[in-house]
């Protein structure tokens, strides 16, 4: 879709019974820390950010986001799966009105507090790549998108 930043397809990553449990995972949470709740942001704490209107929640350990996780590291041609690299699966729910709005998909340290690594369980840093999966039942015509705003199709010269 675009080679810089570098945005692939990739078509049938899983399927409708993978994602119907992954929903369902989510929905039944109940943990204050994973279960779905209003999208936040920043590396600690709870941080509500009033541009991004979504709500959200994550399964880090569930058996079909292991095998995700797992599936994602394989296209990404690592040879071997590291927990310690890997989040969790976000997962996130828009209705009607809701949004994730433009942002990068990397966490600020403009005071360069963090030392830069990619160890998600500790403090962890900026992520090697970002994999979106899309569990929607909305028709193709009917909304939701998302568009990648410095992207440019390897196919249509600058």
Known sequence: LSLPPR??????????????RIVRKALAETSDTHRIKRSSTGASGYNVNERR????????????????KRRCFDVLGFDTYVESMADGLQVLRY????????????????QRLQEHNFDSEGVGSNRFATILLYMSDVGEKEGGE????????????E
């Open 7 to 20: 945005v692939f397809d990739v078509l049938n990553f899983f399927d409708r019974d993978e994602s119907s």
């Open 53 to 68: 209107t979504s709500e959200n929640g994550f399964d880090t350990h569930g058996e079909v986001a292991m095998e995700v």
């Open 95 to 110: 209705n009607l009105t809701t949004a994730y709005v433009p942002h990068l998909d990397w966490i600020d340290d403009f």
């Open 146 to 157: 998302t568009v990648f705003a410095r992207g440019w199709p390897p196919d249509v010269p």
